[in-house]
């Protein structure tokens, strides 16, 4: 997917940064035209963007990361590859074809720099990164809401009239393994923007009192698509929310 589309896209969120839209607005000025991904070598307005504020230098110069777990299985990491090239606004800045991962147990977004270093960002210049089909967006509180989420780095995976949230995060296990090796435990959390407000979402029914002008028809919606929020709830939430929007208007 073109990482423009993902920009655009968040620019219609309402705690979006102002910024964001002269950004937005030289990039696609070069860019129009092009089917497929930028190419940040060869973008001319890219690099002399690039170059009139420094260059990568703003990124690059954060603490390195030192977050270690001895005798333990699996990855601390978002996506198990641990390290994928990206798009990553930072301090209202975008770069292209960064290498990014996402400690979800020290919650910390980390890059590779200079000779390989491992450098964690500093979460408050964090705007936005896109990795792996994922927008991971940061929340620093919403004006325009009657109540809020907490500040934190945020999975949506939903953006329509409604949006959808996911608090990704992981944990050692207490317990050690069979295998000797202490396992780490995924949890996520789950939360629908709609009409101003944010709702937690944390079984079934929570999604029929936030779509309750429509229930009956998700309830038929659930049963045609199979979805069960016991197996499946990230699914199940998007796919309502997403299915609310196409029918909100019906009478």
């Given at each position: 997917m073109n990482p423009l589309n993902g920009i655009k896209n968040l620019l219609m969120?309402?705690?979006a940064r102002k910024g964001f839209i002269f950004l937005?607005?030289?990039?696609a000025a070069s860019s129009h035209a092009q089917t497929g991904p930028i190419d940040s070598t060869a973008d001319p307005v890219y690099k002399m963007y690039m170059t009139s504020v420094g260059g990568a230098s703003n990124l690059f110069n954060g603490t390195e990361y030192t977050a270690y777990y001895p005798s333990t299985r699996g990855t601390p990491f978002w996506d198990t590859a641990g390290f994928k090239t990206g798009t990553l606004s930072y301090g209202g800045v975008v770069y292209k074809d960064i290498p990014i991962a996402y400690d979800l147990v020290s919650n910390e977004v980390l890059i590779r720099g200079y000779r390989q270093l491992v450098i964690k960002l500093d979460p408050a210049r964090i705007?936005?990164?896109?990795v792996a089909g994922h927008l991971f967006v940061k929340f620093n509180g919403d004006a325009n809401s009657r109540n809020l989420i907490p500040v934190d780095i945020y999975d949506m995976?939903?953006?329509?009239a409604t949006k959808v949230y996911v608090k990704r995060r992981k944990q050692v296990a207490r317990n050690i393994g069979e295998d000797g090796?202490?396992?780490f435990l995924t949890y996520n959390a789950f939360f629908v923007y709609?009409?101003?407000?944010?709702?937690?979402v944390s079984k079934r029914n929570d999604l029929l009192a936030i779509f309750k002008d429509k229930s009956d028809a998700i309830?038929?919606?659930?049963?045609?698509?199979?979805?069960?929020?016991?197996?499946g709830a990230e699914r199940m939430i998007a796919e309502t929310a997403a299915y609310y929007d196409r029918i909100k208007n019906e009478r």
């Amino acid at each position: 997917m073109n990482p423009l589309n993902g920009i655009k896209n968040l620019l219609m969120h309402p705690y979006a940064r102002k910024g964001f839209i002269f950004l937005l607005s030289l990039i696609a000025a070069s860019s129009h035209a092009q089917t497929g991904p930028i190419d940040s070598t060869a973008d001319p307005v890219y690099k002399m963007y690039m170059t009139s504020v420094g260059g990568a230098s703003n990124l690059f110069n954060g603490t390195e990361y030192t977050a270690y777990y001895p005798s333990t299985r699996g990855t601390p990491f978002w996506d198990t590859a641990g390290f994928k090239t990206g798009t990553l606004s930072y301090g209202g800045v975008v770069y292209k074809d960064i290498p990014i991962a996402y400690d979800l147990v020290s919650n910390e977004v980390l890059i590779r720099g200079y000779r390989q270093l491992v450098i964690k960002l500093d979460p408050a210049r964090i705007d936005f990164f896109r990795v792996a089909g994922h927008l991971f967006v940061k929340f620093n509180g919403d004006a325009n809401s009657r109540n809020l989420i907490p500040v934190d780095i945020y999975d949506m995976v939903y953006n329509g009239a409604t949006k959808v949230y996911v608090k990704r995060r992981k944990q050692v296990a207490r317990n050690i393994g069979e295998d000797g090796r202490y396992p780490f435990l995924t949890y996520n959390a789950f939360f629908v923007y709609k009409d101003g407000m944010y709702h937690d979402v944390s079984k079934r029914n929570d999604l029929l009192a936030i779509f309750k002008d429509k229930s009956d028809a998700i309830k038929t919606f659930w049963k045609q698509e199979k979805l069960n929020f016991k197996t499946g709830a990230e699914r199940m939430i998007a796919e309502t929310a997403a299915y609310y929007d196409r029918i909100k208007n019906e009478r």
